[in-house]
């Protein structure tokens, strides 16, 4: 299974970007999907999550202004950042819970991560 996420990039403050992330490989069903981000010199953090039947929750730091969302046919995670601010500077990671065909569970699997620059 690999998860490609792709949409980062150089931003200016109070600016957007929407990231992507898709699941490919031996897949039979995704559960939870999920963006971390790990800015340097610190640990990485949930920003959102989402089921699979579409529940989310945000970070405080981020709530109002990003949203997660998801397209289970296929197998892709989105997020669209708005008001971005410096802050928000980080690598962003996705991760989801799959179900491997003739698997018995979910496994996690993590992405490579795509930079996200808020800078004027």
């Known amino acids: 299974v690999q998860l490609q996420a792709s949409g980062g990039g150089l931003v200016q403050p109070g600016g957007s970007l929407r990231l992507s992330c898709a699941a490919s490989g031996n897949i039979f069903s995704v559960g939870v999907m999920a963006w971390y981000r790990q800015a340097p010199g610190k640990q990485r953090e949930l920003v959102a999550r989402i089921t699979r039947g579409g529940s989310t929750n945000y970070a405080d730091s981020v709530k109002g202004r990003f949203t997660i969302s998801r397209d289970n046919a296929k197998n892709t995670v989105y997020l669209r950042m708005d008001s971005l601010k410096p802050e928000d500077t980080a690598v962003y990671h996705c991760?989801?819970?799959?179900?491997?065909?003739?698997?018995?569970?979910?496994?996690?699997?993590w992405g490579q991560g795509t930079l996200v620059t808020v800078s004027s």
């Open positions: 991760g989801a819970d799959v179900w491997p065909y003739s698997g018995t569970s979910y496994v996690n699997y």
